[in-house]
């Protein structure tokens, strides 16, 4: 009976292996197509932070100022590294670390104090302890 189960569980935890190998090869996207998802992506976030914060419509200008710059500049950057065909995972997250903490202290000077306790609540601190971690981790091995 438990062999049963086991096998089972085994079958429904392999059923979506063998349907992703069913798919076909997507063809990349142009990059007209690629920018268009990009600031979808950053307008999703936007509104999710307008929605979830209760933004005023000058934050509103500012966080959207802050995530299409600071988006931009560690897309570039990553897109810089991907060129120079660099394997070393660490630099590629050296580079969102980078970004992602400007965008923290840019956010950090827009919001109120209720707004960043609710900020850091949907999952900023965590985070931001994360990248402390890792920068620590690498200054350790200096």
């Known amino acids: 009976m438990k062999a049963l189960k086991y096998m089972v569980a085994v079958l429904f935890a392999l059923i979506p292996t063998v349907l992703l190998a069913q798919e076909e090869p997507r063809a990349p996207l142009s990059p007209e197509e690629e920018e268009k998802q990009f600031y979808e992506a950053i307008e999703d976030q936007l ?11 000058w ?26 065909k660099v394997t070393n995972a660490d630099l590629y997250v050296m580079v969102q670390d980078k970004w992602s903490e400007n965008s923290y202290n840019a956010v950090m000077k827009i919001l109120n104090e209720q707004q960043w306790n609710k900020y850091l609540k949907m999952g900023a601190a965590r985070n931001k302890k994360a990248r402390d971690k890792r920068a620590e981790k690498r200054e350790g091995k200096k």
């Open 47 to 57: 509104d999710k932070y307008t929605e979830q914060l209760n933004l005023a419509d």
């Open 59 to 84: 934050q509103v200008f500012y966080m959207d100022s802050i995530l299409v710059s600071n988006f931009k500049g560690m897309r570039d950057e990553l897109k810089q590294l991907g060129e120079a």
